[in-house]
């Protein structure tokens, strides 16, 4: 598996606390993505980020926010965790080359959340 | 937006069968495909992928066709194993910046002894 990690790895909160996902690597891979699954849907983006401080919105980015302040580091931050947001959150890294030459992402463990 | 749709969300085949999964996209730009599988309480993995200039690509015991007209491509599996039960997504890219994919909802695949 490529160098990414997740923490925490498992998560349970309450509706309305904050809570803030990190995902790191050591791949030094420009492209970072945070995705989250759940059943039916397969994985939906929500933000993702093309370098540090650049940052651009996904599919599903309402009541999430991220943070690039280094090549190795994305987080993800609920400001006020809602019950749906009780979901498995992967996140994912790439390198692309060239202005739309797309390559593999590869994922981390995943996050899993529970809001109660 | 993009879509993309996969068919069918649950197959069930014997061992040594072939098994099929599709997918349709509706972003004609779109220019890479990939197909990850995904075992129980595991992350995604890359398994194959192909690129808008080429129609096929085999790799052993998987290939995928990609029909840049019709915009579908789909994953053939042959004389499937039981290790090969998982979860299977297709993807494609949009908008062609930042590497953004979007994700079918995937079939999960199961083969029986």
């Known amino acids: 598996d490529a160098g990414i990690t997740q923490s925490p790895r498992h998560k349970v909160t309450e509706t309305g606390t904050p809570v803030t996902l990190r995902c790191h690597q050591t791949e030094n891979h420009r492209y970072m993505y945070w995705y989250r699954q759940d059943p039916g849907h397969g994985l939906r983006l929500i933000h993702y980020?093309?370098?540090?401080?650049?940052?651009d919105k996904g599919e599903v980015s309402d009541g999430y926010s991220v943070s690039r302040s280094k090549t190795e580091d994305f987080l993800l931050t609920l400001e006020s965790a809602t019950s749906s947001q009780t979901s498995v959150y992967f996140c994912a890294i790439s390198e692309i080359y060239g202005k739309t030459a797309n390559n593999e992402q590869f994922f981390g463990p995943g996050t899993r959340l529970t809001v109660l | 937006g993009e879509n993309v749709e996969q068919h069918p969300s649950t197959l069930s085949v014997q061992e040594g069968d072939s098994a099929v999964i599709k997918c349709t996209y509706s972003d004609s730009a779109s220019n890479y495909f990939p197909w990850y599988k995904q075992e129980l309480g595991k992350r995604p993995q890359l398994i194959i992928d192909?690129?808008?200039?080429?129609g096929e690509k085999k790799d052993q015991r998987i290939a995928v066709t990609l029909n840049k007209t019709a915009k579908h491509f789909s994953l053939h599996i042959t004389e499937t194993q039981p290790e090969d039960s998982a979860v299977y997504f297709c993807a494609a890219s949009y908008n062609n910046q930042g590497g953004k994919l979007i994700f079918g909802q995937g079939t999960e695949l199961s083969v029986k002894p």
């Open positions: 980020s093309y370098g540090v401080k650049d940052t």
């Open positions: 192909i690129r808008s200039n080429v």
